[in-house]
Structures are given as C-alpha cells and as structure tokens.
C-alpha cells in the first residue's frame, strides 16, 4: 500500500505546527510592535500550512486522504496534476476545482528513494493514473 511516510507525518504535521507555535512567544512581546509582524505572520503562516496538510494512502488503486480526522476518496479524474512542493517533504495534488485554503491539496510524502533526484513512488503512481485518464 503507498502512503504517506509515518514519521514524517508525525514531524510535518504535528511536531512542526508545535515547534513553530512556540517560537511565535520568543518575537511576541507584552507591547505590540509592528516590527514583530515581519517575523510573527510567516510564522502564523507556516503553522496554518504546516497543520493544513493532508495524510495520502492509496490501499486499493484509489486515492484517499485524511486532513483532521475523516479520510475522503479521490477519484484520477478530480486530479488535473501532481508534483514535489518547494516545502521540503511535501507535495501536492492540482484539483478541477478549487480546495480550501491553498487552492491544491498539499501532502506529505513517502520515502524517497534517491538522494539528489527525488523519486516517490507515490507521485509516480498518480502521475500515471492521471496520465491514463487522459488518454482515455
């Protein structure tokens, strides 16, 4: 079964919004700068994305994931495209339609299998569910 790695769901998902969480005490003052907000909103931002991220398992050939605690199911032709996000272990899967609050479904990844060229079965797989739907 392809998923999403467990241990970095465990670090993306839930150790990373907590670690960033605490951070915002060390530039949050009793007195209210506005200087502060230059460090305060990309962290208020990376917490927001960091928790936002969705837990991927393909089980039986179809795509389902889990953001909180429900898991939903995606059907190939939802999917419009996927790929490796700029946020280090994550991805993302572009949508037909527009999917609160990024527009696109962020994941977090499977194991990589190289070092300098990134490889993931799990986009792989998609990438060629998704390809096949088109042809069809």
Known sequence: MLRSHPSSVF?????APLLLFGATFIFWNSRFRFGALVILIPLF????????LAVLRIPDG???YRRLFSWRKLHYD???GCGVSWV???GYLR?????WPWGKLYFILDGNKKLFR???????????????????
């Open 11 to 15: 670090v993306l998902k839930y150790y």
């Open 45 to 52: 931002l990376g917490i927001f994305f960091t928790a936002s």
């Open 62 to 64: 179809t795509v389902h």
């Open 78 to 80: 939802e999917i419009s």
């Open 88 to 90: 280090p272990g994550t």
């Open 95 to 99: 949508l037909r339609r527009f999917l």
């Open 118 to 136: 990134p490889e993931h079965p799990l986009l792989r797989y998609i990438q060629e569910h998704i390809d096949a739907n088109v042809a069809l």
